[in-house]
């Protein structure tokens, strides 16, 4: 695959050269110039096919020839060594748990994959990089988690004192060693503009290999569409029907990465975008028009994103017509009230306990198969976060307290360890060249 600018779509990059740069030199986001058929490889997959296979070999036909299939294959089975899972929830509707990761959320597999591909790049060369990277949360701990114990790699990581969960907190500060946790005295917006300013400075830019684990990066996108292929061809657990797949959304990385698989040449029914409150896309499938407008706090606050950056990647599979994309995806909105009414009913009907945001996924759902009342149709809701990860609501919409995987109780009984640091530029600068110059 070849990548490349909106703006300049003759000017192509390889996968190495857009794994490390996140946006094109035209400013804005890498698209695949070309989409490589897989259609026989993906009919070659079935429910008996491991998700190590099923990776290793995609992998290896996606980076070819840039990569030898022997590394590609290598690559992914070093990067995803955690499986999804398809879980039924009832005659219609199944869930793919993406949370089986080290984190348990799905952004473990775009983390885990962009550091082990960059691991991968960096291996035969003397210099180290600084991965910098601003978190309100749950984005962070994925990305130092993936980048924990890598060679040639350092992480720094912003995030605000006092404004993310405990839990939160201590999954980035207590990792230690190649992960740096600073503690601002700010907001995430001062985080932001801190890490953007480094980017910008000179005497960083000179000084240091500093590089950005974005959610943009096509590194963290391309390994999403690998457990929809899993999910759309385990045949047997789908009664040999073509499925929907509804995708809770906030940036539209992961639904973007749905519909790169498809068009590679995997058989779905359609797609659903399930948002929030933060209802753009679901507009426009509706209206024809995109307003972004500023983001709405809610219980499924990892998609609380009111103007999704990947919106544009999904109207260019498209060509830019809003028929064709409304025709293959259907958008939906869900309230919170709906969101914990759902918690509440999926717990009572099928004794299964989820987080808000694969609520919204659920509901989603419920509505499409009423909508469209064909009882053969099945619906794979992809179950985006541990709800544990959420246990506050799960306790309000359910009365049940989630059971914490072990190795996210395991960090909580660990030591924080973070620098603290205050919101102007000149503190960040002087913490980065006294330990990577
Ligand atoms: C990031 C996130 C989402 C939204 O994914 P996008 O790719 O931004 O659409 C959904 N659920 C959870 C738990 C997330 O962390």
Redesign the pocket.
């Known amino acids: 695959m070849r990548f490349a600018g909106k703006a300049n779509p003759n000017k192509t990059f390889s996968f190495r050269e857009a794994l490390f740069s996140s946006l094109a030199p035209d400013g804005g986001l890498y698209h695949p110039v070309e989409m490589p058929d897989l259609t026989n490889l993906i009919a070659s997959f079935g429910s008996e096919t491991t998700f190590a296979e099923l990776a290793a070999e995609t992998c290896a036909a996606l980076l070819a020839p840039e990569m030898p299939a022997v590394r590609a294959r290598d690559l992914a089975r070093r990067a995803l060594t955690f499986s999804p899972l398809l879980r039924r929830l009832n005659e219609q509707i199944l869930l793919l748990e993406l949370f089986h990761g080290p984190t348990c959320?799905?952004?473990d597999f775009g983390a885990q994959f962009l550091a082990a591909a960059m691991e991968d790049a960096l291996g035969a060369e003397e210099k180290r990089i600084q991965i910098l990277v601003a978190t309100s949360g749950?984005?962070g701990s994925a990305v130092a988690q993936a980048f924990h114990g890598r060679a040639h790699i350092d992480v720094v990581i912003l995030y605000p004192s006092g404004r993310v969960s405990e839990l939160q907190e201590k999954q980035l500060t207590t990792l230690g060693g190649n992960v740096h946790a600073l503690e601002v005295a700010g907001s995430f917006d001062d985080c932001q503009r801190l890490v953007k300013e480094a980017f910008r400075d000179p005497t960083l830019t000179e000084e240091l290999n500093l590089t950005s684990a974005n959610?943009i990066n096509i590194g963290r996108l391309l390994p999403?569409s690998l457990y929809y292929i899993y999910a759309a061809t385990r045949r047997a657990e789908l009664r040999d029907a073509l499925p929907t797949l509804c995708?809770?959304?906030?940036?539209?990385?992961?639904?973007v990465a749905g519909v790169y698989a498809w068009r590679w040449g995997l058989p779905v029914r359609g797609f659903i975008a399930a948002t929030n409150a933060n209802d753009v896309v679901p507009a426009y499938l509706r209206s024809g028009r995109f307003d972004p407008r500023p983001s709405l706090h809610t219980l499924?606050n990892?998609?609380d994103?009111g103007n999704?950056s990947?919106f544009e990647r999904l109207l260019a599979v498209f060509s830019g017509k809003w028929e064709a994309m409304a025709s293959r995806i259907e958008g939906a909105q869900i309230s919170d009230e709906r969101t914990l009414a759902t918690m509440a009913s999926v717990y009572d009907t099928t004794g299964v306990l989820v987080?808000p945001?694969t609520a919204v996924g659920c509901a989603a759902a419920i509505d499409h198969l009423k909508g469209t009342g064909d009882a053969q149709e099945q619906v794979i809701v992809l179950s985006?976060?541990h709800p544990a990860?959420f246990s506050e609501s799960v306790m309000k919409a359910t009365g049940r307290i989630p059971e914490m995987p072990e190795r996210l109780a395991r960090c909580l009984k660990l030591p924080k360890i973070a620098t603290p640091l205050g919101v102007r530029f000149p503190e960040l600068s002087r913490f980065l060249l006294d330990n990577f110059r």
Do not use: I, R, W
């Open positions: 959320a799905f952004k749950d984005t959610s999403q995708v809770p959304s906030g940036n539209f990385g992961n639904l499924s990892a998609m994103v999704p990947n987080d945001h985006t976060a990860k």
